[in-house]
């Protein structure tokens, strides 16, 4: 059965930073591109990064590009998002991803997902 944890949300001022954990259990990590999508209140769930089996490949989302940077340690099978300069835009609650072999940006691919964590900028 596969897990995924998320930890390390919760509220900051603007301009400040959070680091975001998934940790990944019951499915063979290294071959899973894995990633961050995020849902505000009222919105539609939506793309913000996505790493590469090897973490040698990125994608991230135009309004998070240059803040926010995701990486990985497959030796702890664990997927983490650093996040800085946030905005009280990037309010909402982040979900953690998994999807075979290839990156993706699309929230109806995944074959996995994390419960969520909240993460709260205020201005």
């Known amino acids: 059965q596969v897990q995924l944890v998320e930890s390390g949300g919760g509220l900051v001022q603007a301009g400040g930073s959070l680091r975001l954990s998934c940790a990944a259990s019951?499915?063979?990590?290294?071959?899973?591109?894995m990633g961050w999508f995020r849902q505000a209140p009222g919105k539609e769930r939506e793309f913000v990064a996505f790493i590469n089996w090897s973490g040698g490949s990125t994608k991230y989302a135009d309004s998070v590009k240059g803040r926010f940077t995701i990486s990985r340690d497959n030796a702890k099978n664990t997927v983490f998002l650093q996040m800085n300069s946030l905005k009280p835009e990037d309010t909402a609650v982040y979900y953690c991803?998994?999807?075979?072999?290839?990156?993706?940006?699309?929230?109806?691919?995944?074959?996995?997902w994390g419960q969520g964590t909240q993460v709260t900028v205020s201005s």
């Open positions: 019951g499915l063979t990590f290294s071959r899973y591109a």
């Open positions: 991803a998994a999807n075979l072999y290839v990156i993706t940006t699309k929230a109806s691919e995944p074959s996995d």
